[in-house]
C-alpha cells in the first residue's frame, strides 16, 4: 500500500468528518437536550446509514474506473471541490458557525422523545455533504486499497471508524466546541488548520504520479 495514498486519505476524511455538518450538528444539539446514552441510537443509524451510502457510490465508481477519461475528469473535479471547502473552511465567519448550531438547536426544542437509529439512517439519504463526501472520496481515493469492490468497502470502513468518532465526540464536547467557537480567535486558528490540511489534499491530487 503507498503510505503517502493512505496519508492523503486520512488528511481527506478527517477534516471532511469533523468540521461542522448536519450529522455533528445534530449529534452536539441532541446530546445536550438528551444525554450521551440516548444520543447513541442515533449515531448508530447515522453510520450505517453513512456506510451504505459509501458502498452504494464506491460499487459505482468501479464502473468508472475502467472508464480513465471519466476517471481523470473526476479526479479534477474532486480536487477543485476540496480546494473549494478548503476556502470555505478559511473564510467562514463565528456568525455563520454559531447560526447553522442554533437552527440544528431549535429543531430540537419541540423534541420531547429523543431521536433513535431510524431518523440517523434516513437523514443520511438527503445529506448533501455525505453524498459529495463519498463522491469524492471513491473517485479520488478509491484504488487507494487497491482496485475492485473489496477496495471500496475497506475505505467505507476506514471512513465509518473516523465518521463515528466524530458524532461521538461532537456529542460528548457539543458545549466544549460550541466555548472554542466562541471565541473569534481560536474558531479562525481551528478553521485556517482545516482548510490547510484540505488544501494539501487538493494539491496532491493533482500532481502528476
Known amino acids: 500500500m503507498d503510505i503517502v495514498a493512505l496519508t492523503a486519505v486520512v488528511a481527506f476524511i478527517v477534516p471532511m468528518c469533523f468540521s461542522p455538518g448536519p450529522n455533528n450538528l445534530l449529534c ?26 459509501g458502498i452504494g457510490v464506491g460499487l459505482a465508481s468501479t464502473v468508472i474506473e475502467e472508464n480513465e477519461e471519466v476517471f481523470t475528469f473526476l479526479s479534477w473535479i474532486g480536487a477543485l471541490y476540496i480546494a473549494y471547502l478548503a476556502y470555505k ?7 455563520e458557525l454559531n447560526s447553522e448550531e442554533s437552527e440544528s438547536t431549535s429543531s430540537l426544542e419541540n423534541t420531547e422523545q429523543p431521536l433513535g437509529f431510524r431518523t440517523g439512517l434516513v437523514l443520511q439519504m438527503v445529506n448533501g455533504k ?16 487497491g482496485h475492485g469492490f473489496i477496495s471500496k468497502v475497506s475505505l467505507v470502513g ?3 471508524m473516523f465518521g463515528y468518532c466524530a458524532v461521538l465526540t461532537w456529542t460528548v464536547s457539543g458545549v466544549t466546541l460550541s466555548k472554542i467557537f466562541s471565541s473569534p480567535k481560536q474558531a479562525k486558528a481551528l478553521n485556517l488548520g482545516l482548510a490547510f490540511t484540505l488544501l494539501v489534499v487538493a494539491i496532491w491530487i493533482v500532481m502528476p504520479n
Not at 30 to 39: A, I, L, P
Not at 89 to 95: I, R, V
Open 130 to 145: 455525505a453524498w459529495i463526501h463519498f463522491l469524492v472520496l471513491m473517485t479520488t481515493f478509491g484504488a487507494t486499497f
Open 158 to 160: 476506514l471512513n465509518g
Open 28 to 53: 452536539a444539539a441532541h446530546g445536550s437536550q438528551h444525554g450521551f446514552r440516548n444520543t447513541i441510537p442515533l449515531t448508530l443509524g447515522m453510520v450505517v446509514g453513512w456506510s451504505t451510502l
Open 89 to 95: 473552511m478559511a473564510t467562514t465567519k463565528l456568525e
